[in-house]
C-alpha cells in the first residue's frame, strides 16, 4: 500500500513523499486517514525537532510522518485485533500513549515519533502499542472532524479535570473544578480556549456560576460570544461574560472586582505570555488554581508568582499537556450527545497545505486549520468561500452549505467537498 504523507527530517524541514508501507503485521492495522487538525504543538514538533522530546533523534535517516489530531477508517485488521476491530471501522486516536514500548518512550505518540503513523497522511500503519494502551477509540458519530477535533476536547477536558483543591489541615485534594465557583479564561478565544467554553457549557455533571472570557482582540470575542452565547449559558446556570482587557488601566483589579472582590476559584491561562500569567495569579481566590494550559516554546520561560498567597492564600499552580484516553472518551460521548466543536475550524486545506500552514501557523489567524489528506485545496477561511465561489463552483456550494450552518463548517459542508473536490 503506497501512501503519501508529510514527513519531519529537521528543524522546518516537512517533505511530502509517495512511499511504500510495509505489511502489516499481525499485532498491526492499516488505516485511511481522512481528516487532521493542524495543533501548535506540530509546529513546535516542526520548530525544535530532535530538540523536541517526543522527537526521535535520528529523524534525518528515519523521518516520522506528522499530525496528531486525526480520523479515518480501518482498512486491514491484523489478526489479534480481528476480535475488537473490523475494516471499515471509524476511528479517532489518543496520542499520548504514555507507554514505554515506543521510539522515545514514555513519550512516545503518534504524529511525533512514529515513521508509519501521523495525521498527515493518506494511509498509515497503526502500532501494536496504540492497541495495547487502548489508545485506539471507535467513533460512531456523524462525519470525521468532530473525531479529528477530539483530541484537542481532550486536552481541554483533561485540564479542567486537573484542577485541585484543598481543605485546610486536610492533605486530601479535590480534583476538578469547583462545583458553582468561579472560573476565568484568560485569552480565552483562540482555538483552545473556544474548546474550553464548549465543554464548561455543555458539561453535565459540573459547571462554574461564574465564567469569565478575556482576550484583547474583540473581533475574536464577539465571534465566541456569537458561538456560545450569554443566553445559552444563562439557561444552564452560568454567568458568562466576555471581557476585552486591553483598555483596562488595572485587568487584574477589574477582572476580579465582577466576583465581588473574592477572586476566581479555577483561573487557566491559554496563551504563554508573562503578563497574562502574572494576571492569573493576581485574580486567585483562597485556595485557587491557576492551570497554565498554554505549552511555551522557550524552555526557559517563566512569570512571577505571589508567594505569599501561596503560604497564607493557598494557591497553586497546575499544569497538563494533553489528555488521557478518558478525556478522548469523554470527548467523543459528548459529540455524540449533541457537542458540536465546528465553532473551532476557520480554515479547510487538502495535504498540500500541510507545510506551509504548520511552518507558519502561529501567523495565520483564526481558529483550527483542517485538513483532508486525499484532496488537493490550498488553505482556505471558511468566510472566503463566498468569494472564491463566484469562480468556483466546489467553494460556492461549500459557501451555501456553511450559511446553512451559522458560517460554520458541518458534515454537510465535509461530506459534499469530499465527494467534489480535486483529488491528491
Known amino acids: 500500500m503506497k501512501t503519501k504523507a508529510i514527513r519531519l527530517y529537521g528543524k522546518k524541514d516537512l517533505r511530502m513523499e509517495e512511499f511504500e508501507l510495509p505489511q502489516i503485521k499481525d499485532d498491526e492495522i492499516l488505516a485511511k486517514v481522512v481528516s487532521d487538525s493542524l495543533c501548535m504543538s506540530s509546529y513546535k514538533a516542526s520548530s525544535q525537532a530532535t530538540d523536541h522530546k517526543r522527537i526521535p533523534n535520528d529523524v534525518a535517516e528515519n523521518p516520522i510522518i506528522i499530525g496528531h489530531e486525526f480520523a479515518g477508517e480501518l482498512v486491514e485488521v491484523g489478526s489479534k485485533w480481528a476480535s475488537q476491530f473490523k475494516a471499515g471501522d471509524k476511528f479517532s486516536i489518543q496520542p499520548?500513549?504514555?507507554?514505554?514500548?515506543?521510539?522515545?518512550?514514555?513519550?512516545?505518540a503518534p504524529g511525533y515519533s512514529y515513521q508509519y503513523i501521523g495525521g498527515d497522511a493518506t494511509y498509515v500503519i497503526i502500532p501494536r502499542e496504540v492497541m495495547e494502551n487502548n489508545c485506539l477509540l471507535a467513533y460512531k458519530g456523524e462525519g470525521y472532524y468532530p473525531a479529528s477535533l477530539a483530541e484537542p476536547l481532550s486536552c481541554v477536558i483533561g485540564a479542567i479535570h486537573a484542577n485541585y483543591h484543598t481543605t485546610p489541615g486536610s492533605y486530601v485534594?479535590?480534583?476538578?473544578?469547583?462545583?458553582?465557583?468561579?472560573?476565568a479564561i484568560l485569552a480565552g478565544v483562540g482555538p483552545m480556549g473556544l474548546a474550553a467554553i464548549n465543554y464548561v457549557l455543555r458539561r453535565e455533571?459540573?459547571?462554574?456560576?461564574?465564567?469569565?472570557?478575556?482576550?484583547?482582540?474583540?473581533?475574536?470575542?464577539?465571534?465566541?460570544?456569537g458561538l456560545y452565547t450569554v443566553e445559552f449559558a444563562a439557561s444552564k446556570g452560568i454567568d458568562l461574560r466576555y471581557v476585552n482587557t486591553s483598555g483596562m488601566q488595572n485587568a487584574a483589579e477589574e477582572l476580579k472586582a465582577i466576583t465581588g472582590g473574592e477572586g476566581y476559584n479555577d483561573v487557566f491561562v491559554f496563551a504563554p505570555v508573562k503578563p497574562v500569567v502574572e494576571q492569573a495569579d493576581a485574580i486567585l481566590a483562597f485556595d485557587g488554581c491557576l492551570n497554565f494550559f498554554a505549552g511555551p516554546s522557550d524552555p526557559n520561560f517563566s512569570a512571577m508568582v505571589n508567594f505569599?498567597?501561596?503560604?497564607?492564600?493557598?494557591?497553586?499552580?497546575?499544569?497538563?499537556?494533553?489528555?488521557?484516553?478518558?478525556?478522548?472518551?469523554?470527548?467523543?460521548?459528548?459529540?455524540?450527545?449533541?457537542?458540536?466543536?465546528?465553532?473551532?475550524?476557520t480554515h479547510i486545506g487538502g495535504l498540500n497545505a500541510v507545510i506551509e500552514a504548520t511552518n507558519h501557523l502561529p501567523e495565520i489567524p483564526g481558529g483550527k486549520k483542517l485538513v483532508y489528506t486525499h484532496i488537493e485545496m490550498p488553505l482556505t477561511p471558511i468566510a472566503d468561500f463566498a468569494k472564491l465561489g463566484e469562480t468556483n463552483e466546489v467553494y460556492k456550494q461549500l459557501a451555501i452549505i456553511c450559511d446553512r450552518n451559522n458560517g460554520l463548517w458541518s458534515v454537510e459542508a465535509e461530506k459534499y467537498l469530499l465527494e467534489n473536490a480535486d483529488k491528491l
Open 96 to 108: 499520548a500513549l504514555n507507554y514505554e514500548d515506543g521510539p522515545v518512550g514514555i513519550l512516545s
Open 173 to 183: 485534594h479535590k480534583m476538578d473544578i469547583v462545583a458553582d465557583g468561579k472560573m
Open 205 to 225: 455533571d459540573r459547571r462554574p456560576s461564574l465564567c469569565v472570557v478575556t482576550d484583547v482582540d474583540q473581533t475574536r470575542l464577539d465571534r465566541a460570544a
Open 308 to 345: 505569599y498567597n501561596v503560604h497564607y492564600g493557598y494557591t497553586h499552580v497546575a499544569g497538563t499537556s494533553g489528555g488521557n484516553t478518558d478525556d478522548m472518551i469523554e470527548a467523543l460521548d459528548l459529540m455524540s450527545k449533541g457537542l458540536d466543536p465546528a465553532g473551532l475550524v
